[in-house]
């Protein structure tokens, strides 16, 4: 991974870096990893990852009412130019569930190569986002 740089925006917290760097390795080991299940929970995770780390920067702390939000719609409420991509990730949360359960069926080689592609562009739009050159 290179260097991160940041642009004239306001520097993220310490916290936002660390998911991003995590977000990244989680993207190569999901990009080494043969099994399509398993690829494809990883580059859900990696968005995750990333979604949690422009929750880290934006989000502030206040009262919790309802039900538990997902990270997605918190993403939404904190990042509405991100709403699409929360959208998209939101849609795949149950077939991530079925692959880190075990099902073989849940994911194709396909899907696991496409939703790859899909966390990897995430990532570089949060980053972005966020104001941090890689």
Known sequence: MGALVMTGRPRPPGAAFSLLGAARAGLGEAERTLEPGRRYAGAHLAALRAAAAVLATRAR??????????????????????????????????????????????????????????ASAFLTVVESVLGILV
């Not at 206040?62 to 939404?76: F, H, I, M, Y």
């Not at 849609?91 to 592609?117: M, T």
């Open 61 to 118: 702390p206040g009262r919790v009412r309802g039900r538990p939000r997902s990270v997605w719609e918190l993403l939404t409420g904190v990042a509405p130019e991100l709403s699409e991509w929360a959208g998209f990730f939101a849609a795949g949360a149950g077939k991530r569930a079925a692959a880190e359960a075990g099902l073989s069926s849940a994911v194709s080689p396909r899907e696991a190569d496409d939703l790859l592609r899909d």
